[in-house]
T-cell receptor, first 113, second 114 residues
Framework: GDSVTQTEGQVALSEEDFLTIHCNYS??????LFWYVQYPGEGPQLLFR?????EKGSSRGFEATYDKGTTSFHLRKASVQESDSAVYYC????????????FGSGTQLTVMP | EAAVTQSPRNKVAVTGGKVTLSCNQT?????MYWYRQDTGHGLRLIHY???????EKGDIPDGYKASRPSQENFSLILELATPSQTSVYFC?????????????FGPGTRLLVL
């Protein structure tokens, strides 16, 4: 079945550091890919989505590029802030499968001032 | 902006009691979902619905029922609550646009079963 793998369970950075969170997926069809962010005590919020190969999604300084060749959708931000501390989830929706959201295990980002 | 609300936000229940968690969405989305989130397990799908009157089992439906009486409302029912159902529950609505289901989540309900 479809799956999403996030390599990093926890990431600790200092303010203004560069962020990369790795996301790789496996899907039978041509999925749409998502990044969600969850702040403490809140529900997950959509950061952005991408539906086609080489499409770049972006929001709030975060970005990721859909790469069908490497089946990846890595999240990047050039300069993180303390307010970016949260859990980040990569997810996919595959119309060839159940097309419900399949989530990765999440990455806890902690940014120190 | 998507609008999904949940009630109650916090609930304490006794073992064997009945618990109903409610969700309302004003997005006019056909799809609605119930998840639970536990440390070490991420988000797990309990039940979902494709529209009023429909409910489907997700990945972990045992011990839960769902009800979708209208487009806007989707309830999760624990007929006989157990301590293992202590968790944070999230409702979401999905727009099912462009061959994918972008989901918008509510703020969550924290349930403690004693």
């Amino acid at each position: 079945g479809d799956s999403v793998t996030q390599t990093e369970g926890q990431v600790a950075l200092s303010e203004e550091d560069f962020l990369t969170i790795h996301c790789n997926y496996s899907a039978s069809g041509y999925p749409t890919l998502f990044w969600y962010v969850q702040y403490p005590g809140e529900g997950p919020q959509l950061l952005f989505r991408a539906s086609r190969d080489k499409e770049k999604g972006s929001s709030r300084g975060f970005e990721a590029t859909y790469d069908k060749g490497t089946t990846s959708f890595h999240l990047r931000k050039a300069s993180v802030q303390e307010s970016d501390s949260a859990v980040y989830y990569c997810a996919l929706s595959d119309p060839s499968g159940s097309w419900q959201l399949i989530f990765g295990s999440g990455t806890q980002l902690t940014v120190m001032p | 902006e998507a609008a999904v609300t949940q009630s109650p936000r916090n609930k304490v229940a006794v073992t064997g009691g009945k618990v109903t968690l409610s969700c309302n969405q004003t997005n006019n989305h056909n799809n609605m979902y119930w998840y639970r989130q536990d440390t070490g397990h991420g988000l797990r799908l309990i039940h979902y619905s494709y529209g009023a009157g429909s409910t489907e089992k997700g990945d972990i439906p045992d011990g839960y029922k769902a009800s979708r009486p209208s487009q806007e409302n989707f309830s999760l029912i624990l007929e006989l609550a157990t301590p293992s159902q202590t968790s944070v529950y999230f409702c979401a609505s999905g727009d099912a646009v462009g061959g994918a289901d972008t989901q918008y989540f509510g703020p969550g309900t924290r349930l403690l079963v004693l």
